[in-house]
């Protein structure tokens, strides 16, 4: 009786993540301790779990690798293998094909990969012969029938060719060389497009030579396309190569490779030759392993044991208690009747009690994100030939899904920034009298509403007198300026975009673009980022976030006749001040608070509200931090602490600088919600 496994897709696709993630942990965690036995044990069993999950789902080609992974992780359980970095290399370099092939089975493709190199690898291990020098030889990437073609792409560039390109060409081809019009399809998730051409250009000219790109190699450079680029390849290496080279980096794929038939450029027609390399369906594989029926467009969810849809409609459902709840509460201080007043404050001891059950519901230990860092941090520490030792703290911090979900990329672009210009190369450190091993840590605690994540480094801190130079050098600040800025407002040129005093770009640390989407990204979750600096001691880059994005405190006000929304996390404190105690300086409103100067901004023209203020005796101020300066926003009145819904502005207002959404109040009114990050 065959049985249909398809319904079980889901649950796999899940578990085999888990099993994936726990090994990377481990394996990291068993090279650091060799002799560590409840370590291989627990490896040994994520590993025969994903070999007898795989096989049951038919994936035989994840099981035949698995098993082989088996057989050496039993002879390094029972000490006829000895555990050493290269066979923990071979081993990591089996997750990684291993987490290929499930991206595979997530995305609806064939499952079949050719596994034989891996396998080659493992039987010399476990046969004890040394393979140490074939290790680069494996590469990670799919097969060259398993390019995706599920995103429309135009196809290779139709080239213009001037005499100069057509000599480069025509003496290629005497050569016996090969000339590759290829197209580039570029994730639309992808943060760093110009990072991921950049390794393109680096991965093909290790044996060639580019001569046109489109768009032009200054606006790749730049990150300034769309889903994708083309370029013109002059190369003595052949189509399979170029295939593998390029299916090795993350975030990008071949949309079309085509040989330039230079006949009919010389004819005018300027068409390349159509001999493109797509990938093959499933019936044109010969031994093809193909992928459980099922609807290719279905999205595979994320599940916390619970449907994430299903705790999304249970938050919408909470957020529209909470609305009703403030319509109660304003009908019961107009009406005043003792009965109502008594049952809204039984509702509002329920909604209160249920909005918490909630929030625990879909809180996440924020160990699902850091335990990807360690194998991250290990292949880094290699590739820069730097010895560092990688601390994380509070890894069971807890925050809502949906900022787990989003906080990953800004981590990973501050860890390789510490371990790529933080840590300095371990002879350095010896002449400095530091230990030889750099310190990289990675810790997160709770404080309130929020959660603060840290990365620190030991290293040797941040340079301001080099980013001066390079700002005035970049033309961000004149050299008058330059002198007068504190080394504070120095750094935070750092998150300028594309900043960067990187004197040799590399693939790394994200040739300088990752710290200004590493802020954008914070403050469009309503956090921040504070960075703290000792010249040769070390760095912290400090995160501030909101437990949750959906429902927060805030603090009401009236300007105009409009009612404004600003997150108590923003908010210091509230004070009056009188018209004699403001004054100009500069063109800038300021009053004196507490023996300290607080500028002041308008929010009727700042949100350019109708009317005017009036001629008041008395000013409402709201003091609002943004990341170390406090501000003071005027206002028209103060209405009182609140909790809001946040409710999206649409895709049509999303990005508006100043307002990170909308919020309806108990008398179905809306008020915007302010962000005080963009706003000012």
Not at 227 to 234: D, I, K, S, T
Not at 444 to 450: D, T
Request: charged share 30%.
């Amino acid at each position: 009786m065959n049985m249909d496994m398809s319904q079980y897709l889901d649950i796999f696709l899940v578990e085999s993540g888990e099993h994936l993630e726990n090994l990377n942990q481990k394996l990291v965690e068993l090279e650091k301790n060799p002799g560590g036995l409840n370590i291989l044990h627990e490896i040994f069993r994520s590993a025969h779990t994903l070999k007898g999950m795989s096989s049951t789902m038919g994936f035989e080609d994840m099981a035949d690798l698995t098993h082989h992974m088996e057989n050496v992780l039993e002879d390094l359980k029972e000490g006829i293998l000895q555990v050493n970095t290269f066979t923990i290399d071979v081993l990591l370099k089996c997750l990684d094909r291993l987490q290929l092939m499930i991206d595979n089975i997530r995305e609806g493709q064939p499952v079949n990969v050719d596994n034989s190199d891996l396998i080659d690898l493992l039987d010399h291990i476990k046969s004890g012969e040394p393979v140490e020098a074939r290790l680069e030889t494996v590469a990670l990437a799919m097969p060259v029938s398993q390019v995706p073609d599920e995103v429309e792409l135009p196809g290779a560039a139709d080239w213009e060719l001037n005499q100069f390109d057509l000599t480069m060409v025509e003496e290629a081809l005497s050569r016996n060389m090969n000339v590759f019009s290829i197209s580039i399809l570029v994730d639309p998730g992808c943060m760093m497009k110009s990072v991921r051409a950049f390794m393109v250009f680096k991965a093909l000219e290790e044996d060639g030579e580019i001569i046109k790109s489109e768009p032009a190699a200054q606006d790749l450079d730049e990150g300034r396309f769309n889903e994708g680029f083309q370029l013109l390849l002059v190369t003595s290496a052949d189509e399979r190569v170029i295939v593998s080279r390029l299916n090795a980096i993350s975030e990008i794929s071949i949309r079309q490779i085509t040989r330039l038939d230079l006949n009919r450029y010389r004819h005018g027609s300027g068409v390349p030759a159509e001999k493109t390399v797509q990938r093959a369906s499933a019936e044109d594989e010969p031994d093809g392993q193909s992928v459980p029926e099922i609807n290719r467009t279905q999205r595979f969810r994320q599940t916390v044991r619970v449907d994430i849809e299903k705790l999304d409609n249970l938050m919408n459902l909470m957020g529209e208690l909470v609305i009703n709840k403030g319509r109660l509460e304003q009908i019961g201080d107009i009406q005043k009747l003792p009965e109502l007043n008594e049952t809204i404050e039984q509702i509002d001891r329920i909604t209160t009690d249920l909005q918490s059950v909630v929030m625990k519901v879909r809180m996440v230990p924020i160990k699902q994100v850091f335990n990807r860092f360690p194998r991250m941090v290990r292949d880094l520490a290699r590739e820069l030939n730097k010895e560092i030792e990688f601390i994380i703290e509070g890894e069971e911090t807890e925050l809502d899904r949906t900022v787990i979900d989003e906080i990953g990329d800004p981590l990973v672009h501050l860890l390789r920034n510490a371990i790529d210009h933080g840590l300095e190369p371990p002879g350095k450190r010896e002449k400095l009298g530091k230990p030889r091993k750099g310190m990289v840590k990675l810790s997160a605690r709770h404080e309130g509403n929020n959660v603060f994540i840290e990365v620190t480094d030991d290293g040797q801190g941040i340079q301001v007198d080099k980013i001066r130079a390079r700002a005035v050098e970049k033309g961000l600040v004149d050299a008058r300026e330059a002198e007068q800025m504190s080394d504070e407002e120095t750094i935070r040129l750092l998150f300028k975009p594309g900043f960067s005093t990187a004197t040799n770009i590399t693939d790394i640390s994200g040739r300088g673009v990752g710290l200004d989407v590493v802020k954008n990204k914070i403050e469009s979750l309503n956090g921040e980022v504070v960075v703290e600096s000792r010249a040769g001691v070390g760095t912290t880059f400090q995160i501030r976030l909101p437990l949750t994005l959906a429902i927060i405190q805030a603090l009401l006000v009236a300007v105009g006749d409009e009612t404004y929304a600003i997150p108590l996390g923003s908010v210091d404190e509230t004070t009056m001040l009188d018209r004699e105690e403001i004054k100009m300086v500069q063109d800038q409103e300021v009053a004196l608070l507490r023996g300290n100067i607080l500028p002041l901004a308008r929010l009727r023209q700042l949100l350019q509200v109708p009317g005017e203020s009036g001629d008041q005796e008395t000013t409402y101020v709201v003091v609002v931090r943004r990341a170390d300066r406090q501000i003071g926003l005027v206002c028209d009145s103060l209405i009182g602490q609140q909790e809001v819904v946040i409710k999206s502005l649409g895709k049509l207002l999303t990005g508006i600088s100043g307002l990170a959404g909308a919020t309806i109040l108990g008398d179905g009114k809306v008020a915007l919600i302010l962000d005080v990050g963009t706003l000012l």
